[in-house]
């Protein structure tokens, strides 16, 4: 009863309210939490979370119509993690010092933000950022933590997998199915440049921009920014979201 005291001033018709908002002009920003592939209805089920959290749902939990989400920013690693159970085709080593894998967990302080498990790293998989482009309707894309990779000699990006003697170019949609993918990889000179708090595109590496150049082409969907660092001046905005 005491936390309802608190909670209480911040309830309101918060669908009418946004709704409000949008005919006086407002910029209206939804979020949301957790991976595409833990959604309820789309993820590797049952490896998932207890709801949706695709963009879609963005209109039903605000109680929106769902003509205002005019452009959906999807935000994704320059590598793969996962924390938790579940399939995970592109997972390296992450726990022998010395390996690329080790790498990526330490340098990029992969830990879950609330429960501080460690999460599992591996390889870019554009096959599996290619379903949740799909999932979501994905306008533009953020990718982050590409400072990670500095230092790599190469750099490797799954564009697909084999799977019983077949080529699929997407992530199958049965966890089981995708727990006897093998990943097709393509493989990428890396770079010796530091990339930490770069802020214009053309101060990448290259090797860099090639590899962001070949993510853009294998998922169908532009790179809108870029995220060099943690803090947030370290962005390469390539298109703002409010103008696209």
Wanted: charged share 20%; aromatic share 8%.
């Amino acid at each position: 009863m005491k936390m309802a005291e608190i909670i209480k001033p911040m309830m309101a018709d918060v669908g009418y309210m946004i709704h409000k908002a949008h005919q006086a002009g407002a910029n209206i920003l939804f979020e949301g939490a957790q991976g595409t592939l833990l959604d309820i209805d789309h993820g590797t089920y049952p490896y998932v979370t207890s709801s949706n959290c695709v963009a879609g749902n963005a209109a039903a939990g605000a109680g929106v119509g769902p003509q205002m989400l005019h452009y959906m920013l999807g935000i994704t690693k320059a590598y793969t993690t996962r924390v938790g159970s579940g399939p995970f085709p592109t997972e390296l080593d992450w726990e022998t010092p010395g390996t690329v894998g080790y790498h990526l967990a330490t340098v990029g302080q992969e830990r879950g933000t609330v429960t501080g498990r460690a999460r599992r790293c591996g390889w870019f998989d554009a096959a599996a950022l290619k379903r949740s482009v799909i999932i979501n309707g994905i306008t533009g894309l953020c990718i982050t933590k590409l400072d990670v990779l500095d230092g790599l000699a190469e750099i490797k990006m799954c564009v697909g997998y084999e799977i019983d003697g077949r080529l699929v170019d997407i992530l199958p949609l049965d966890a089981d199915e995708i727990a006897a993918c093998v990943p097709v990889f393509e493989t990428f000179p890396g770079w010796t440049e530091v990339t930490f708090g770069v802020t214009q595109w053309d101060a990448l590496p290259q090797n860099a921009r090639n590899y962001l150049q070949r993510i853009k082409e294998v998922i169908g969907a532009p790179i809108d920014m870029v995220s060099t660092g943690p803090d947030r001046e370290h962005t390469i905005l390539l298109r703002h979201p409010y103008q696209a």
